[in-house]
C-alpha cells in the first residue's frame, strides 16, 4: 500500500512541476519536494485507507502549489538556514519567541514561532507559524510538528 501512495504522490509532484513550462528549477524542485511532503502529510492525518489515499492526493496538489511559490524565490541555502530555524525552534525555543534566520548572501530572511509543548498520542508536539519574507512580503505557514522515535520533528498539520 505505501509503495502504491509513494507512487501516486511522485506522479503527482512530476505533474505539478511540470505544469509550468517556463518554471525554472527552483520552482520545479519546490513543487515536487513541496507534493511529496504535503502527500506524506495527507497520507498521515486522512484515517481509514480510503480517506489516506484522498487525503495523500490533496495534500501533495496542495502541498506541490505551495511549493512552488516558495521554491521560486529560494535557494538551497535559504531552505537550508530555513530548516535550521525550524528544527532550533521545535527543540528548544522558547514558546512564543521568534528564532530568526537571514540569508547574507541574497538578503532572504525569516524566523519560526513555536508554540507551548504538548503530548499527543504519546508524542511530544508543537504548533508553530512560519514567516519567510520574499521581496519583503511576508509568507506565512502555520503547522504542528511532532517528535519522532528517534528524536526527529515531522509535520503533521
Known amino acids: 500500500m505505501f509503495l502504491k501512495i509513494a507512487i501516486v504522490v511522485a506522479v503527482i509532484g512530476g505533474s505539478l512541476a511540470g505544469c509550468s513550462a517556463d518554471s525554472g528549477p527552483k520552482e520545479a524542485g519546490g513543487t515536487a519536494v513541496g507534493a511529496v511532503a504535503g502527500g506524506l502529510i495527507g497520507n498521515a492525518i486522512g484515517g481509514s485507507a480510503g480517506n489516506r489515499l484522498a487525503g495523500t492526493v490533496i495534500g501533495a496538489a496542495v502541498g506541490g502549489l505551495l511549493g512552488n511559490r516558495i521554491g521560486a524565490s529560494l535557494d538551497e541555502e535559504d531552505r537550508r538556514?530555513?530548516?535550521?530555524?525550524?528544527m532550533q525552534a521545535l527543540e528548544s525555543?522558547?514558546?512564543?519567541?521568534?528564532v530568526a534566520w537571514r540569508n547574507p548572501d541574497d538578503g532572504r530572511y525569516g524566523n519560526v514561532v513555536p508554540g507551548p509543548a504538548y503530548q499527543a498520542n504519546g508524542a511530544t508536539c508543537r504548533q508553530y507559524t512560519?514567516?519567510?519574507?520574499?521581496?519583503?512580503?511576508p509568507q506565512v505557514a502555520r503547522g504542528t510538528a511532532c517528535r519522532n522515535p528517534d528524536g526527529s520533528w515531522s509535520a503533521v498539520e
Request: aromatic content about 10%.
Open 81 to 86: 538556514r530555513a530548516y535550521a530555524a525550524q
Open 93 to 98: 525555543g522558547p514558546s512564543g519567541a521568534p
Open 130 to 137: 512560519e514567516t519567510i519574507y520574499i521581496d519583503g512580503r
